[in-house]
């Protein structure tokens, strides 16, 4: 009883999280594009067949994934450095006039080379879609349990978006024809780009600091340096291990269902079509999904991807496939929810973008991979055995690293002491908690004796501080200005400001600091409408205090360096 009052509480706060009207109208997007992709994916490829043969439809196949594969990580920067809501809009835009364009196509039989050119064109704006996507989320969420619900919503929608996209699509090829297909397409991304414009959220291109360590011709790879930090490694490893087994798995099932069980390429279809409905269930449990101990739902997802590959492996029958895709559906969909719940939590918001970028690449490229590697082991081991060792490797996995694996949960928090220390401190008064993890996952400790000076005057600026224990004194010019006790916070002006130390900070007894870089400040600080506001006004009040007291009229009080 207890687990049923549990499960609707979180079904509960899963309501209350998707009223959002911006997270709404996000995943009304999202459900447009999913579905436009499917059924745009059948028409061209029924357009290809018409105008050059079978051959053709795998050459449209390729050209519609490389371009996105190639430019996801360069592309992914302007994620990070425009509004990705309009950002959303323009690709929208972009893909409903190209859409148009297909209709063109589709009526003067415009041939081969134009359909392969507007589908490279398409391909190459949609590498920003799920980047920008992914990276919008947490910014519209408050607590950890409503970004779990998010991403169990967009799972829901994208499982959704397999069924109805294609079902949309048949319906209308019966009924206009591929050229009405594309023209309904059109209008349905036209209206998603309109809805992608109005979503507000209060992310803001961060400023860049100035003696930033990033330079300008290293942008779009940050993201492979975010993902390779501790704990984030980990995480994206694993699931590069499911995405590998993606690739083996399109090629597996259709030799399953064309070879071993004497069934043809539409039973492939049927069994693709069992492991969405898994997936959709999947989508529906994962909202029940709490904040803590997602690893334990990530080492699930992984093993559901290898224990069915397998299962069908040892007993390839039709019903055993079918059953053991729907089980293989539902652990990728909790895969979804918990693995990037935990990865945008980990995830700096200002490089968010970049990150999901970098992630997309990698996924494109392991994916690839796999589809490449599938038929040489099958060729050397034999169906049966390819599959058994494969899906054995990716279930073993999160047994092998569970041991690393666990430690990401108190990671993707932050220590509890450190998120409650950043709440007290006003300039971080407008961020929710999600922001708030982010930011104290990315401090550091540092001890500092009595006497120790932690900022001189007059020098570079590297670091913002926050005094967790202890006192530290303000000095300007030789002359003590203040104190600071817990809470209290400096190294800010030199920071949002670039310039030296406007004064110097000396500790006064053993103190405790939490050290944030000046990257990761200033990202924070100027990637957030409401916190950037607030360290305007904030800045604003200290130079007009300075300025009084340049009068002697300021009050014995001094900005913070």
Do not use: K
């Amino acid at each position: 009883m207890r687990a049923v009052g549990v499960l609707r509480e979180r079904l509960r706060s899963t309501r209350t999280a998707l009223h959002d009207r911006d997270l709404a109208r996000l995943l009304v997007v999202w459900g447009v594009w999913m579905t436009a992709d499917w059924a745009m994916l059948i028409t061209v490829s029924l357009l290809a067949l018409d105008a050059a043969g079978p051959g053709a439809v795998g050459l449209v196949g390729a050209v519609r994934v490389l371009p996105a594969a190639v430019l996801s990580a360069p592309a992914s920067v302007l994620t990070d450095r425009w509004s990705r809501s309009r950002l959303l809009g323009v690709v929208h835009a972009g893909w409903a006039v190209l859409a148009a364009l297909l209709v063109w196509c589709a009526v003067a039989d415009a041939g081969l080379p134009v359909l392969l050119a507007v589908v490279a064109v398409g391909s190459a704006l949609s590498a920003v879609v799920r980047p920008t996507l992914q990276a919008m989320v947490p910014t519209l969420v408050t607590s950890p349990a409503d970004l779990i619900a998010a991403n169990a919503a967009f799972a829901t929608i994208e499982a959704l978006g397999t069924v109805v996209g294609p079902g949309l699509c048949a319906v209308l090829l019966g009924v206009v024809g591929p050229p009405g297909v594309l023209a309904v397409l059109a209008v349905l991304l036209a209206g998603a780009a309109v809805v992608a414009v109005s979503i507000r959220t209060p992310f803001l291109p961060a400023r860049q600091a100035r003696g930033s360590t990033r330079q300008a011709w290293l942008a779009p790879f940050l993201g492979f340096r975010v993902l390779a930090r501790p704990g984030l490694r980990l995480a994206i490893a694993l699931f590069l291990g499911q995405t590998t087994m993606r690739g083996l798995l399109t090629v597996f099932v259709v030799l399953v269902a064309t070879s071993v069980v004497g069934g043809s390429e539409s039973l492939a279809g049927s069994l693709f079509i069992a492991m969405g409905v898994g997936g959709l269930v999947g989508a529906v449990v994962g909202m029940g999904l709490g904040p803590r101990r997602g690893s334990r739902w990530i080492a699930l997802g992984i093993a559901l991807w290898g224990i069915p590959v397998v299962v069908i492996g040892l007993w390839p029958g039709v019903g055993v496939a079918a059953v053991a895709l729907a089980v293989l559906g539902f652990g990728n969909a909790l895969l979804d929810v918990s693995g990037y719940t935990l990865v945008n939590r980990l995830v700096p918001d200002h490089l968010a973008g970049r990150a999901w970028g970098a992630f997309n690449a990698l996924g494109a490229a392991v994916v690839a991979l796999g589809s490449l590697a599938a038929p040489p082991l099958v060729a050397g081991l034999g169906l049966p055995a390819a599959m058994v060792l494969t899906g054995a490797v990716l279930a073993l996995a999160p047994v092998v690293t569970w041991r690393w694996l666990g430690r990401l949960d108190g990671m993707a928090g932050g220590r509890t002491e450190d998120v409650e220390l950043l709440r007290r401190v006003p300039l971080f008064a407008a961020l929710s908690l999600v922001g708030l993890e982010r930011l104290a996952q990315s401090a550091r400790a540092r001890a500092v004796p009595p006497g120790e000076v932690v900022v001189r005057q007059g020098e570079p600026a590297a670091d913002f501080y926050v005094v967790a224990t202890g006192a530290v004194a303000v000095s300007r010019d030789g002359h003590d200005v203040r104190r600071l006790g817990p809470g209290d916070a400096f190294g800010e002006i030199a920071l949002l400001e670039p310039g030296p130390r406007t004064a110097s900070v000396t500790s006064v007894e053993d103190t405790r600091l939490l050290v944030l870089d000046r990257d990761g400040f200033v990202g924070a600080v100027t990637g957030h409408r409401p916190t950037d506001d607030l360290a305007r006004e904030r800045l604003a009040s200290l130079h007009s205090a300075d300025a009084e007291r340049e009068g002697g009229t300021a009050p014995d009080e001094r900005p913070d360096p």
